[in-house]
């Protein structure tokens, strides 16, 4: 990597002052990572929380940034996916001297793929356990011999169970770009995003436990119904304009159009099952009372201190 834009130009990592990190496509490949979470083990001060919440350095993040715009198209209970994304960036500290309010912990800024004035083509079939199979592919290159133009086109679908019950995640995304060379130092990007996720059964609400933090069910039971789903079908629009002044004088400016739309329908049941079935035909059986003693109850107990 010879350039970020974590600082609003285009810059040498080696001269940027603030504390970031940079996880390349290379590592993003290397890791089979499916999307953001599977890269937050690899960033300091990160701890993941549900869905594509994170702690940053102590504090919940809320600064998500796409080529350095505002704005996070996955909503509600999805998560970002890593395809047509080329880098993703992790300031460390404060960012409202650059960023306005934000997140005092940093922010996380996805740089997408931008087309490019050289032939390129790829193709990558996915297969893993728990039933997981996709595809995706992407071609770009100029559209006129004199490189004024260039295009970039891509393509993923991917779908695979989970080990819990009733669960299932299925993603697609289509992905377009232009680039516009106006001036051998100045160029305008204009791209274009759909995406769509569907996530069955989805919701994250635990496992019952006694009041001694024993599970009273197996690792794959699911409080979900099996009619619960998540769905999340969006399209962004973003253009942004990049020109050199002079050797010491860059400009860039940009505009994004995010447009998510999101879908459920969970149940929240009001009491619990007297049963809860296990993956196997094997059932464990559980009494109302009990269950609803422990429901009660804290999972953990609180410590007492004593001073003298």
Partial sequence: MTDTEIGRVDADPMNVPQSFQVIT???????GARDITDLYRNVAGVSENQYATVTYRGFRQDGIFYDGLRGDPFQSFSVPS??????????KGPIGMLYGASAPGGMINYVTKKPSNQFQASFRAIAGNY????????ITGPLDRKGVIAARVGGFYETYDTIQRFTKKEATMLDGGITLHLAPDAKLVTQVTH???????NRLRGIPTTS????????DWNHNEATDFTKLNGTVVQSRFDGKLSEAVSLCGGSGFPRPRSAGSTRMPMAWRTRCR???AASIAISRGSLSRAMRQPVFRPVRSSTA
Avoid: T
Avoid at 25 to 31: F, H, K
Avoid at 82 to 91: A, D, P, Q
């Fill in 195 to 201: 995406f769509r996720q569907n996530l069955p059964g």
């Fill in 25 to 31: 496509a290379d590592l993003i490949q290397d890791q």
């Fill in 212 to 219: 001694s933090g024993e599970f009273l069910a197996p690792r």
């Fill in 131 to 138: 039933d997981r199979l996709g595809a995706s592919g992407e």
């Fill in 82 to 91: 890593l395809f047509g994304v080329e880098r993703v960036e992790f300031l």
């Fill in 278 to 280: 296990a993956s196997s």
